[in-house]
Structures are given as structure tokens and as C-alpha cells.
């Protein structure tokens, strides 16, 4: 508008160059017999107005209507006294606006008034308000994430957003507001309720314009709350109050924005919740981790007073003990932080405490007592200005009292207030169960740990956590079952598993498995087991259920006649058994009564973990499998094979000795001169590889054969010391492989087991 005006009046020849320089102005209005040219105008604050007289006798008259003698009421009175107008351009004055406005005018001349001649100046500010209200737009150029702090200040603080200043705002994006109602267990709306509110964004606010290149570390400020506000820096960026300045310098005419990460909170008023508190404190890491481990977080966040729900469990009372507690306790128990936090001793740990009230300093006298929320009370004792608390097991001081929240109090504490730790021992050791997940928690998953059919404990891990520890004693002969169920809060078993340690530390089971996202069930694990000269190994039994309901009704297992064990599968997907096996065992298999039974299904795994039955076909039901052998014993016995004599494996040689065959075969007796040949075969059994060391002075044959004589690998040597060969067999299928090293005077039989 300012250029189109200055095109119109310069294309009429109303005014000289000299004329106009005295009169130099953001924007120009002329003014003629009967008009103010233009007659409405709009201009920003700070901007300048030139007024020039082209003809007639003329003001600018801003304090009271010339028609009707009533004031303009502009924020300032603004006159310009009459003046003669020529071709030329007589300037009449320049005026700054500087403050936001509408502005009204007419000429006071005669009937100028009435005839018309009439002004309004609009000086439109980009205020704060304007600045908030725009910069979370996608179309801003730099958009914020600040829609919530904009509904925030203008429902509490609007007056600092459209008026006085210049201000400086510190405003916490939607991350910072969220963060703070989460812990605070509070919605949008809700938040508007917390006493103190406008205070709080108060606190926000400073007086001036204060951009980024005005800050340095140590610079304190007054907020307009009436506290300071302090200003650090670390690694190139500012802080305030320790909140980060993520964006600086959004300017607006009445001041400037800057965008930190966290909400800040005036001294004296309380901070959020008990939760907020203690996540807030650099020194309490360890008891934030324990209290979201056991999942007791949301509790302590619940805004019963704020949200007017008295539901809402609470008032809390928090006895808060620092990180170097924690490491002093773990040190003790002989455990790291990390391994403590694992422990079953967290939860107990945790709720001593936790008191479901409010206990402040006052009530801390000497021989006054409280219960914790485990109902195990504590003692009080106050002794040359400081306050005790006495545990069962301990006593602690309280190093800072009444930290005030919503919700509660905060005390902290120089020690844990240990929970009574029995000590553990069983003849076979402290057996370990560990735990994991990648997901954050179980998702309600639940592992139950029998022992000789009585439930010892049922485990978890919650949301907040991803490992969980339980030790417990165990002696000789005791049957251990592990069952999965779940709570119903979720579906679980996704990404989770569990190990089982014995008292040695050795891994006794690994699980970890994604059928239908649930973990499988293990049974009949026997501690400190002794095997018999007659022992083969222990063969595996999988029992399914396609919906994950078990099988109500057992998979009745008889060795060689004799009923050996009824597995029962109680609930889940899956569930894995393993009983032992002996040479020339028959063992048979007995579906017995499953409800829904095409629903159910097993296999059966031999020692080498080779299948031997499957029977778990989707909607057919399972059938009996009997007089299925296991470790069947086999004689020795030879065959002359290519002027080798070669154990076929399977009882089925010519020659039960093998003197007879080489003496048949080979025409020689067997009286091996064995120190003539040093031979060692390592790994064996193997999974793939055999290192072959032969230490001899002769020449020999290798030759490798399988069950059925048939020749897989074979290498002749001149040996004058010392040889090493790796032999290959991963391609080859998992048995057993007969080695033959043939040699001038006699040959010598190897077994190679291929697992």
C-alpha cells in the first residue's frame, strides 16, 4: 500500500523531492479539500505516517470527533495543527506508532468532518499470541510442537501474550507438557486444575527481550512468578532451571519465544507428584529403575485430588534412599546394583518403602510408628535435630525432609531399609531362574515354578523392566516343572524367555519360543540326578495344543511294561518333557482322554534329538505309539571289505572278533604291534569335524565307512613322524561312521559319532 501511494502521488506531481525528503515516513497519507488519501491504513508498530497538505486548510485531529465532540479514546492523543496546503506537498508531520491500536482521525477544519474526511490508522501487531497461536502450523517455516503450551498460557496468562511488555517466554513443547502429565497421571484438562497454575506459567515468563545471543552461563533472571531463573550452558547449548533451550529467538513485537524440553516448576510449590520427585533427582536413578521394575510407578503418579476422583490410590509417603545406599546394600549382599534390581528381593525392597499416607517431619517423633504398604511397621526417632527411621533389619537417617507433591511426600534417606533376605540352601544347591524379555516387561505372561508338585512362586517381569532373577533351594531328587500361563492383561510371550540355572551355575534349560507368541512349558526336571552304567541319555516328549488350552488328560509314558509317568499338560501351546532312557528300553505311548483331542498333538525325540514319532497333524487327533525301541545295544562284529574289516554296526557281521576277521581277510593275526601307530580322534562325538593325529613311521590307509560298509572318505599316507587331518562330515547324516587305519602289520577300528 506504501509504494502504491507513493506511485499515485508523485504520478499527480503533488509534491517536490525537497519537500518529501523533510517528510520522509514509512507510509504517507495525503490530504486534500474533502480526503485523507488513502482513508484507512494498516501499519505494524514501530512504523512511521508522513501527513502532506496538497490543498485547503487542514489538521489531523485524534482526540475528539469533530462531529460529535466525543473522544477518540487512541491509546495517545495525537494532533497536528493546521496548516496550508500547496501543489507541492506541505508536510504537516510525522508520527511514530509504536504501540498496537486502532487509530482514528478527521480534519477539525470547518465541515471537513461532515463532508467526510475522515482517517483510521489500524497498527496491527504480530504479537505473542499471534507468534504461539501460528508457530506449531505445518506452514510456518519453522514449525514447534508448542499446541499445548499455546492452550496452557492463553487460558492463564493471556494478558503477557497481548499486552505490556517486551517479554521473554519460555515455552515447553508438547513432549515436556506430556512428559509432566504422565507422571502426573493427568489429561490436558486435568492439568489446568493444579493449585497454582498460573503461577507456574508465571514462572515461564521474563520481563524483556532477551534473545540467544543475551544469554551466558551464570546469568540469573528475574521471572515474573517474582524467582529467578537460572541460566547454564553445557556443549554449546543453553539450559534454564536445567530444562534445554531447543529453539531460541522466535520474536514477535511484543517480545520473544524460546522452546525448551521440560516444564519448570517455582520454588516452594509442589513438584508434580512423588514419582516426578524422585525421576527428577540426580540421585535416585537406582530407586526410579527398582520402583518401574516392580511397576509401581503409576501409583505413585496418581493425581487422586486433581483429577476429584478419590478412587485414585493415595496420599503417598516416600522414604527415598540415594544410589550410594543401593551400592552399599548390593555390596553387602554381594551382588551389583544391576543384579539387585534382577533379584526377588526388589519388591520387598521397594514396598518398605512405600507408606500409604502422609507423614511429614511433625509426625516424626520419637517412638511414633507407621506401616508401610506390606503392613510391616517402622519406628521413628528424633535425636539432636535428626530424624531416624528404624527398620526391622536397619535403621536409616533422613538426610531431607517434606519434599512436597500433589500427591504426597518425599523424604531422603541415607540407607535402604532392608527387608528381612532368608537365607537359601538345599542339598543340591541354590538353583536360579533368569527372566528375559526384549519388549519391556511379560505383557502378562506368567511362569509358574512347581516343585514336587507344589507351586514355589509365580514370576514375571513388568512393563519398565526386561530381566528378572528368582533363587531357591533345592535338594537331590526334587522334581521341578515350569508351566506359562498369563493374567489375562495381555497376550504376551513374544520375544520372551527363561533359563533355569542349577547350583553349580550351569544352564539346566534355555526357552525361547515364538510358536504362536508363547513360551512352552518344562517338565519333570529332576535336581542332582545319578545315572546308572545303563543310562543311554534322555529322550524328549513335546506335547502341542493349537489354541493353548493343554490337554486335560495325560500322555501316559510305560517303559518296558511299567508305567513311568503321566504328563500332564496344564496350559499352553507347547510343554517339553524329558525322561531317561536306557539300552534296550521299550517304551510306549498312551493318548489317554484329552478333551478336544484334534486339538492336540506330540512328538517324540530320540537321544541323538533325531525324531521318531510325529503325531501332531492340525484338527486329527494323536495316536498310541508302542514297542518303540530306545538305545538298542549292538554287538560288535566284522565284515572283510575291501581287504578291511569294517563293523557294519548293526550286529549283522561274519566275524565276532576282530582277530578272526583279519586273520581271514587280511591273512595276518592280529597281534598289532599298537605302539608302532599313536593315533587320537578329537572332537568325538563331533557336530561336523574330527581332527585325525597319527604319529607313526609307515605307510597308511584312512578309510571312514558308514552303517552300511559303504566308503565316504578315504586318503593313503607316507608318514615319517607326526600328521594332523580334519575330516569333514557336516554333509554327511547324524550316526555313527566306522574309522579304519590300515597299515603294513594290521588295522586299527575307530567309532566316529556324528551329533
Given at each position: 500500500m506504501k509504494h502504491f501511494i507513493l506511485v499515485l502521488v508523485l504520478s499527480l506531481g503533488l509534491y517536490s523531492s525537497k519537500s518529501h525528503a523533510q517528510c520522509e515516513a514509512d507510509y504517507t497519507v495525503i490530504l486534500n479539500n474533502f480526503d485523507f488519501v488513502p482513508s484507512e491504513l494498516t501499519i505494524e508498530p514501530g512504523e512511521t505516517v508522513a501527513f502532506?497538505?496538497?490543498?485547503g486548510e487542514h489538521t489531523l485531529n485524534g482526540i475528539n470527533n469533530s462531529i460529535t465532540g466525543e473522544p477518540f479514546n487512541n491509546v495517545y492523543d495525537y494532533f497536528l495543527e493546521q496548516t496550508t496546503g500547496?501543489?507541492?506537498?506541505?508536510?504537516?508531520?510525522?508520527?511514530?506508532?509504536?504501540?498496537?491500536?486502532?487509530?482514528?482521525?478527521?480534519?477539525?477544519?470547518?465541515?471537513?468532518?461532515?463532508?467526510?474526511?475522515?482517517?483510521?490508522?489500524?497498527v496491527d501487531a504480530f504479537d505473542l499470541y499471534d507468534l504461539l497461536s501460528t508457530v506449531y502450523n505445518s506452514d510456518y517455516p519453522d514449525p514447534q510442537n508448542v499446541f499445548l503450551s499455546f492452550f496452557a498460557f492463553n487460558s492463564y496468562a493471556n494478558e503477557y501474550l497481548t499486552q505490556g511488555g517486551p517479554w521473554s517466554i519460555f515455552v515447553p513443547n508438547d513432549d515436556a507438557v506430556n512428559e509432566i502429565l504422565d507422571y502426573m497421571n493427568l489429561n490436558q484438562f486435568d492439568g489446568m486444575n493444579i493449585p497454582d497454575f498460573t503461577e507456574i506459567l508465571q514462572y515461564h515468563i521474563a520481563p524483556g527481550r532477551l534473545l540467544a545471543e543475551d544469554l551466558y552461563s551464570g546469568l540469573q533472571i528475574p521471572s515474573v512468578q517474582g524467582q529467578m531463573l537460572n541460566i547454564t550452558e553445557n556443549n554449546g547449548s543453553f539450559y534454564v532451571n536445567g530444562a534445554e533451550i531447543v529453539t531460541t529467538d522466535?520474536?514477535?513485537?511484543?517480545?520473544?519465544?524460546?522452546?525448551?524440553?521440560?516444564?519448570?516448576a517455582p520454588g516452594g510449590l509442589p513438584e508434580a507428584t512423588v514419582m516426578e520427585i524422585i525421576a527428577r533427582s540426580e540421585v535416585h536413578q537406582t530407586f526410579e529403575e527398582a520402583i518401574v521394575s516392580v511397576s509401581y510407578d503409576d501409583e505413585?503418579?496418581?493425581?487422586?485430588?486433581?483429577?476429584?476422583?478419590?478412587?485414585?490410590?493415595?496420599?503417598?509417603?516416600?522414604?527415598?534412599?540415594?544410589?550410594?545406599?543401593?551400592?552399599?546394600?548390593?555390596?553387602?549382599?554381594?551382588?551389583?546394583v544391576e543384579e539387585l534390581l534382577e533379584s526377588q528381593y526388589i519388591y520387598d525392597i521397594v514396598f518398605n518403602h512405600i507408606f500409604e499416607n502422609e507423614i511429614p517431619s511433625s509426625e516424626m517423633y520419637s517412638g511414633n510408628t507407621a506401616f508401610n504398604v506390606d503392613g510391616i511397621g517402622v519406628e521413628f526417632d528424633y535425636t539432636d535435630s535428626t530424624f531416624f527411621i528404624i527398620g526391622d533389619e536397619n535403621t536409616a537417617e533422613i538426610t531431607i525432609t517434606d519434599l512436597m507433591a500433589y500427591n504426597g511426600i518425599v523424604h531422603v534417606i541415607d540407607a535402604v531399609i532392608r527387608p528381612n533376605i532368608p537365607v537359601l540352601e538345599g542339598s543340591c544347591g541354590v538353583w536360579r531362574l533368569n527372566l528375559q524379555s526384549n519388549n519391556d516387561g511379560w505383557e502378562g505372561d506368567i511362569l509358574y515354578l512347581y516343585i514336587n508338585d507344589v507351586l514355589v512362586e509365580d514370576l514375571t517381569i513388568y512393563e519398565g523392566s526386561?530381566?528378572?532373577?528368582?533363587?531357591?533351594?533345592?535338594?537331590?531328587?526334587?522334581?521341578?516343572?515350569?508351566?506359562?500361563?498369563?493374567?489375562?492383561?495381555?497376550?504376551?510371550?513374544?520375544?520372551?524367555?527363561?533359563?533355569?540355572?542349577?547350583?553349580?551355575?550351569q544352564l539346566v534349560t534355555s526357552i525361547n519360543d515364538s510358536q504362536n507368541y508363547k513360551l512352552p512349558n518344562v517338565t519333570n526336571i529332576v535336581a542332582c540326578e545319578v545315572f546308572g552304567e545303563d543310562h543311554c541319555g534322555k529322550i524328549k516328549i513335546e506335547l502341542f495344543h493349537d489354541i493353548g488350552?493343554?490337554?486335560?488328560?495325560?500322555?501316559?509314558?510305560?517303559?518296558?511294561?511299567?508305567?513311568?509317568?503321566?504328563?500332564?499338560?496344564?496350559?499352553?501351546?507347547?510343554?517339553?518333557?524329558?525322561?531317561?532312557?536306557?539300552?534296550?528300553?521299550?517304551?510306549?505311548?498312551?493318548?489317554?482322554?484329552?478333551?478336544?483331542?484334534?486339538?492336540?498333538?506330540?512328538?517324540?525325540?530320540?537321544?541323538?534329538?533325531?525324531?521318531?514319532?510325529n503325531d501332531n497333524t492340525v484338527n486329527v487327533a494323536p495316536e498310541d505309539a508302542f514297542?518303540?525301541?530306545?538305545?538298542?545295544?549292538?554287538?560288535?562284529?566284522?565284515n572283510c571289505i575291501n581287504d578291511a574289516c569294517v563293523d557294519p554296526m548293526d550286529g549283522s557281521g561274519a566275524f565276532s572278533s576282530l582277530n578272526d576277521c583279519q586273520f581271514t581277510c587280511e591273512g595276518i593275526v592280529s597281534s598289532i604291534e599298537e605302539k608302532s601307530l599313536d593315533v587320537s580322534i578329537y572332537p568325538n562325538p563331533s557336530s561336523n569335524v574330527f581332527n585325525i593325529n597319527l604319529n607313526g613311521y609307515d605307510k597308511y590307509e584312512l578309510l571312514i565307512t558308514n552303517v552300511i560298509g559303504e566308503k565316504i572318505y578315504t586318503k593313503e599316507l607316507n608318514l615319517n613322524g607326526n600328521y594332523?587331518?580334519?575330516?569333514?562330515?557336516?554333509?554327511?547324516?547324524?550316526?555313527?561312521?566306522?574309522?579304519?587305519?590300515?597299515?603294513?602289520?594290521?588295522?586299527?577300528?575307530?567309532?566316529?559319532?556324528?551329533?
Open positions: 502532506i497538505n496538497i490543498e500547496s501543489s507541492e506537498g506541505v508536510c504537516m508531520g510525522v508520527i511514530e506508532f509504536d504501540t498496537a491500536g486502532v487509530f482514528n482521525f478527521d480534519c477539525s477544519v470547518g465541515y471537513n468532518a461532515e463532508a467526510g474526511m475522515t482517517l483510521s490508522i489500524n522466535l520474536e514477535a513485537y511484543n517480545g520473544v519465544i524460546h522452546v525448551i524440553d521440560y516444564c519448570l505413585l503418579s496418581a493425581q487422586a485430588i486433581i483429577n476429584n476422583d478419590n478412587g485414585l490410590p493415595g496420599p503417598w509417603t516416600v522414604y527415598a534412599p540415594t544410589d550410594d545406599a543401593f551400592e552399599f546394600f548390593a555390596q553387602e549382599l554381594d551382588m551389583t526386561n530381566s528378572r532373577n528368582f533363587n531357591f533351594g533345592v535338594d537331590e531328587g526334587d522334581i521341578i516343572d515350569l508351566y506359562v500361563g498369563n493374567d489375562g492383561s495381555g497376550y504376551g510371550g513374544y520375544n520372551h524367555s527363561y533359563k533355569l540355572f542349577n547350583g553349580d551355575g488350552y493343554g490337554w486335560y488328560g495325560p500322555l501316559q509314558v510305560y517303559k518296558n511294561g511299567e508305567l513311568e509317568q503321566s504328563i500332564n499338560m496344564l496350559v499352553g501351546y507347547k510343554q517339553i518333557t524329558e525322561i531317561n532312557a536306557n539300552y534296550n528300553d521299550t517304551i510306549d505311548f498312551v493318548v489317554n482322554n484329552p478333551v478336544y483331542p484334534e486339538e492336540t498333538g506330540y512328538k517324540v525325540f530320540d537321544t541323538n534329538g533325531q525324531i521318531i514319532i514297542d518303540v525301541p530306545f538305545c538298542t545295544m549292538i554287538a560288535e562284529s566284522w594332523v587331518n580334519q575330516i569333514d562330515l557336516s554333509n554327511f547324516p547324524k550316526g555313527i561312521y566306522n574309522l579304519t587305519v590300515s597299515y603294513r602289520i594290521g588295522a586299527i577300528n575307530y567309532k566316529l559319532i556324528l551329533q
